[in-house]
């Protein structure tokens, strides 16, 4: 069964460095999402992708946050400086096309810790 | 996209049907009723999604009253894999994003 991929697994970082976190979608979806997971809350969308170009990126903190999907299969997420508060679970979700009842598949995610 | 209204915790004996409530009395014509689940440490996982009618799958049957305020996600035997925090979401569907709230923790004990 295809699944969404995502590394690493695991990522410990201090303040003010810089993080990356990668996305391989399931193969021909082309709508792709990446959510954030604080502790004990649901997950927060954080940008939307439809093929390469962004489509919904109003809750991404620019000023820190970068998001690019190039070639609209995989993506990058980027954080640059790290924060305190940026300690959560980054979720990465595909889905098949922008059609109704599109259903989203989720990866395992990525867990930052910020020290 | 409406908000949704869940208990935040159940518990159920294992073998026994896992019954899961969910409001959402604001739900528009054109969105749909999602439940997805997450165990721990994990993903969410899709579990079932309807607009007017019951919908059963191989994971679960989903109840929706006839005025659409309200729904139901029944796990007819559940195990204690089926722990997990459950999410009920209402979304048009459309490439749309999924708003979570904080869901319902089922506990499933021996």
């Known amino acids: 069964e295809a699944e969404v991929a995502q590394s690493p697994r695991y990522k410990i970082t201090e303040k003010s460095q810089a993080v990356a976190f990668w996305c391989d979608p399931i193969s021909g979806h082309a709508t792709l999402y990446w959510y954030r997971q604080i502790l004990g809350q649901g997950p927060e969308l954080l940008v939307q992708f439809q093929d390469e170009s962004v489509v919904d990126d109003s809750q991404l903190p620019k000023d820190r946050f970068s998001a690019e999907r190039l070639k609209g299969v995989d993506s990058t997420l980027k954080i640059q400086p790290a924060e305190l508060g940026d300690s959560a679970m980054y979720l990465c979700?595909?889905?098949?096309?922008?059609?109704?009842?599109?259903?989203?598949?989720f990866g395992p995610g990525t867990r930052l810790t910020v020290l | 996209d409406a908000k949704t209204t869940q208990p935040p915790s159940m518990d159920c004996a294992e073998g026994r049907a896992a019954n899961l409530p969910c409001n959402h009395s604001t739900i528009s014509g054109n969105e749909y009723v999602y439940w997805y689940r997450q165990i721990h440490s994990q993903g969410p996982q899709y579990i079932i999604h309807?607009?007017?009618n019951n919908e059963t799958n191989e994971m679960a049957s989903l109840i929706i009253t006839e005025d659409r305020k309200s729904s139901t996600l029944i796990l007819p035997h559940a195990t204690l894999r089926d722990t997990a925090v459950y999410y009920c979401?209402?979304?048009?569907?459309?490439?749309?994003?999924?708003?979570f709230g904080t869901g319902t923790r089922l506990q499933v004990t021996l």
């Open positions: 979700a595909s889905s098949l096309a922008g059609e109704s009842t599109d259903t989203q598949y």
């Open positions: 309807g607009l007017k």
């Open positions: 979401i209402v979304s048009t569907g459309t490439a749309s994003k999924l708003t």
